[in-house]
């Protein structure tokens, strides 16, 4: 049923890749667009910009199949293709604030080219009020064309971004007109949805910032309580669990003590909305609140690590763990980096590893000296800092992590080591809000 419906999906990193390639493999003639020459010659071939879980396998088949190409020539990859879904990875600057000049660019560039009656759909991260300015813009480039704009929360996650597009955690379409959103489902028909929430175009674009905002909420809330417990010898872990049961709460809370939120996604919804604070003068102090908490979070692990040495200049650490989080290749807005530069700027020496990190993002950072084997990585460290929490890291030997560092200490934000194996070995071993002490 799908085969003649042709779409064009206009940017092509993370969340472009995924939904032209889940498309794809559900019927559809997909047509990828981006301005990078470099990525397009490596998509056309099967490979993904940055690694996801199963991804370069599904691009593979899927090229092979001809239902899914790629072309740099943004402008003219809309012409035959009514269904246009603008899907950049939103970029945001060193304050997390959305930089929108590439998605406004763009809708001036392809407004020439449209179809009558396109569909324009915005899964891009965009601040409440972004979808009206393309309209604007397309409008303006081309004033006799008639076509619908919708927009629906971005859902991925990296590590499980294909079956998360399939079966969407949060099933929203926004339009105000109910045209284009019969069109918008249709066209997302063979997803694993049972039922769409129709919602007005600024609804669906607030309901991103809502529920990265009640995210961010949840994650400083248990960080605050975690710093509680450690004082106090609390299990700030024990505490998440038992915290779910109570069905106001959930089973899935994000309840669990540890690093702030990184990445840019939750810090960009946090920004925005503190930005339409400022601007209709409207007192933000519980948004404010967690923003400043979240920004001293990350520093426990120099507070934890001046505990144990007082100085840090001159203590050699391995930090295990580069990327912005499991199974993805990126170190774009990574915890990770944050606190080694903490480190570094402490006096400290670091060595690191990371079992997938993009070895091109890995040479931009020379504060650092990155090691292909965690064995190399860890000779001679007085401490091992866990910070990616890469299953990889729970197999190591740890006879052989201990013969290799000068001190068998380890901090592990993410409390997944098996803490009773490495008492027994002789380590010590802290984490973040469990109550222990060095």
């Not at 019927?27 to 990078?36: E, K, P, Q, R, T």
């Not at 809708?107 to 080219?113: D, G, L, R, V």
């Not at 480039?141 to 929360?153: H, Q, T, V």
């Not at 670091?350 to 990155?370: N, Q």
Request: net charge neutral; with cysteine; charged share 30%.
């Amino acid at each position: 049923m799908n085969a003649n419906r042709k779409l064009c999906v206009i940017g092509c990193w993370h969340q472009g890749v995924v939904g032209a390639a889940c498309l794809a493999d559900l019927g559809y003639d997909v047509l990828g667009a981006d301005h990078d020459a470099g990525r397009v010659a490596k998509l056309s071939n099967g490979k993904a910009p940055l690694f996801e879980p199963g991804l370069d396998e599904l691009l593979r088949t899927m090229v092979k199949s001809g239902r899914l190409k790629f072309t740099g020539d943004v402008a003219n990859a809309v012409k035959g293709r009514r269904d246009v879904l603008i899907m950049f990875d939103t970029p945001v600057d060193a304050n997390d604030r959305s930089d929108l000049s590439e998605i406004f660019a763009t809708a001036a560039e392809i407004a020439p080219n449209l179809e009558k009656d396109a569909l324009l759909y915005i899964t891009a991260q965009v601040p409440v009020g972004t979808c009206d300015k393309i309209a604007a813009i397309v409008r303006e480039k081309n004033p006799s064309l008639k076509f619908g704009i919708a927009y629906s929360p971005e859902n991925l996650r990296l590590g499980q971004a294909i079956d998360r597009f399939v079966d969407p955690a949060l099933p929203v379409i926004g339009a105000d007109d109910e045209r284009t959103l019969d069109r918008v489902e249709k066209l997302l028909a063979p997803l694993k949805v049972t039922k769409w929430e129709r919602v007005s175009l600024r609804t669906a674009e607030m309901a991103k910032h809502a529920l990265n905002a009640y995210l961010a909420a949840s994650v400083t809330f248990a960080n605050e309580l975690g710093n509680i417990c450690d004082e106090v010898g609390a299990d700030g872990k024990r505490l998440g669990e038992v915290l779910r049961l109570e069905e106001r709460i959930g089973r899935k809370a994000m309840l669990f003590p540890g690093l702030g939120f990184s990445g840019g996604t939750l810090a960009r919804d946090m920004q925005t909305l503190r930005e339409l604070g400022d601007k209709f003068r409207l007192d933000t102090l519980m948004l404010d609140g967690i923003w400043e908490s979240n920004k001293i979070q990350n520093k426990l692990v120099v507070r934890k690590l001046k505990k144990v040495f007082g100085k840090l200049d001159g203590v050699a650490a391995a930090v295990l763990g580069l990327t912005y989080k499991p199974d993805t290749s990126t170190l774009r807005r990574s915890a990770s980096v944050e606190i080694i530069g903490d480190l570094v700027a402490a006096g400290m020496k670091i060595s690191a590893h990371d079992p997938k990190a993009d070895r091109a993002e890995v040479a931009a950072h020379k504060e650092l000296k990155f090691f292909e084997d965690v064995y190399d990585a860890l000779k001679g460290a007085q401490a091992m800092v866990v910070i990616t929490g890469w299953a990889d890291y729970k197999k190591l030997d740890f006879e052989r992590v201990k013969k290799a560092m000068a001190r068998p200490l380890i901090i592990d934000v993410n409390s997944m080591l098996d803490v009773d194996k490495l008492h027994s070995l002789g380590f010590t071993y802290l984490d973040i809000g469990r109550g222990r002490k060095a």
